[in-house]
């Protein structure tokens, strides 16, 4: 069974940081593509970053060049470091990881991203 676990998140000011974990287990399927989405009130999901088991990182536009999303194979985890945080960035911030060929994909709960000052 693939169980994501996120952590981080939280309070943030406008042009501060925030960074989020996610960590993957239960299964080699781990492996697969990891990445953020985030869904803010009354808006759609939207991709915030992906990076595969070894690939380049991809960002949405609104974070491209603000945040870094790296990966660590061993523990199959990632992690999503943004900076020069924008109040637009408030939202519920979810992991997943995803196999394209067999369309499958795990969720993680989620965890809350507030920017305010």
């Known amino acids: 069974q693939v169980q994501l676990v996120e952590s981080g998140g939280g309070l943030g000011q406008p042009g501060g940081s925030v960074r989020l974990f996610c960590a993957c287990s239960g299964s080699t399927f781990c492996m697969k593509p990891m990445g953020w989405y985030r869904q803010a009130p009354g808006k759609q999901r939207e991709l915030v970053a992906s990076?595969?088991?070894?690939?380049?990182?991809r960002y949405a536009d609104f974070v491209r060049g603000r945040s870094t999303l790296s990966r660590d194979n061993i523990q199959n985890a990632i992690d999503l470091q943004m900076n020069n945080l924008e109040r637009e960035g408030t939202a519920v911030y979810y992991c997943y990881v995803r196999d394209l060929h067999s369309n499958t994909e795990y969720w993680g709960k989620g965890t809350q991203v507030i920017v305010a000052s």
């Open positions: 990076l595969g088991f070894l690939s380049s990182a």
